[in-house]
């Protein structure tokens, strides 16, 4: 099992900048990917980004390609989530997830217990 925990959330302004970390602890080994999901009031979780481990590749939501970026500190074991241009759209809960593949809810088995980030108009 792998130990999250998010920290950087906040309230912020439309398009102001925050910058989410995820600190993973346990067996981490056993993951392949970091994803980071989000979910608004009243809709269901949706992915953001993701990254592998191994060799950085990352993927991004059409929503925030451009504006959010995700890396990875490897010796640290901490994933960023690095967030520009934010909209009021934005506004969520965002959870980190430790997952054997990248692409799909469903290979993320470990989970934060999320952050809240809200962005004002």
């Known amino acids: 099992q792998v130990q999250l925990v998010e920290s950087g959330g906040g309230l912020v302004q439309a398009g102001g900048s925050l910058r989410l970390s995820c600190a993973a602890s346990?067996?981490?080994?056993?993951?392949?990917?970091m994803g980071w999901f989000r979910q608004a009031p009243g809709k269901d979780r949706e992915f953001v980004a993701a990254i592998r481990w191994s060799d950085g590749s990352t993927y991004y939501a059409r929503s925030v390609k451009g504006r959010f970026t995700i890396s990875r500190d490897n010796p640290k074991n901490t994933v960023y989530l690095q967030m520009n241009s934010l909209k009021p759209e934005d506004t969520a809960v965002y959870y980190c997830a430790a997952g054997s593949g990248v692409v799909g809810e469903n290979v993320y088995h470990d989970w934060g217990q999320g952050t809240q980030v809200t962005v004002s108009s």
């Open positions: 346990g067996r981490t080994f056993s993951s392949y990917a």
